[in-house]
């Protein structure tokens, strides 16, 4: 069944629908996107709206540059430390927040994997979504919906645990030592062998 992600986007605001004179980062030069003024107003610390001077603003995506919010004009207004949560994609140590509006980081999805094999994260967020529930408008720090990030964490996540396949488990040698064996290698173990044949 197709995976249509865009038929249960919750919020979102397009770069066309902003007069935008540069897009680039003034720190990284890479290309960001628009942002809008709601978005930013929830997210700085207490005391900080007043540099917006009412104006919508770009967010950069560049996992290590330090600028979240820029102005349209190429000024660096807002950097990690001026905001009020952990930017996900900009921070490579627990927790690394894909979800804002529910709790959701890479670390939960990871646990659950490991655990089950699957991640049930997308399956519950796109419910959520159906409910009317998020706010990822002014929670997350893109002002955009979470389901695209959300996706891209479990594949990845997918890609690199490994599956637990068999059930390890220690058995004893003769000499009183404990070695891991899976089952399988343990009900080999367990059978008595045949007598080595010489060769005369």
């Not at 939960?108 to 994997?113: A, K, L, P, T, V």
Request: hydrophobic share 25%.
């Amino acid at each position: 069944m197709e995976n249509n992600l865009d038929k249960h986007s919750c919020c979102g605001v397009s770069s066309g629908k902003l007069k935008i004179s540069s897009l680039q980062c003034p720190d990284c030069g890479e290309k960001g996107q628009a942002v809008s003024g709601d978005t930013v107003r929830h997210l700085v610390r207490e005391g900080l709206n007043a540099r917006m001077d009412g104006k919508n603003l770009m967010f950069c995506k560049t996992p290590g540059c330090s600028v979240v919010y820029y102005s349209p004009d190429g000024r660096p207004l807002f950097k990690k430390d001026d905001i009020r949560v952990r930017v996900g994609l900009k921070e490579t140590e627990d927790p690394v927040w894909v979800c804002y509006c529910f709790d959701i980081s890479k670390k939960d999805i990871r646990e659950e994997i490991e655990q089950t094999g699957r991640s049930t994260a997308s399956l519950r967020i796109r419910k959520e979504v159906e409910a009317g529930n998020c706010a990822c408008e002014i929670k997350n720090p893109s002002g955009r919906c979470c389901l695209g990030e959300i996706r891209s964490a479990e594949k990845e996540l997918l890609t690199y645990i490994p599956q637990k396949s068999e059930t390890i488990s220690p058995i004893q040698r003769n000499n009183g030592t404990l070695i891991n064996y899976t089952q399988r290698d343990q009900e080999e173990a367990r059978e008595p062998h045949g007598e080595h044949k010489t060769t005369p």
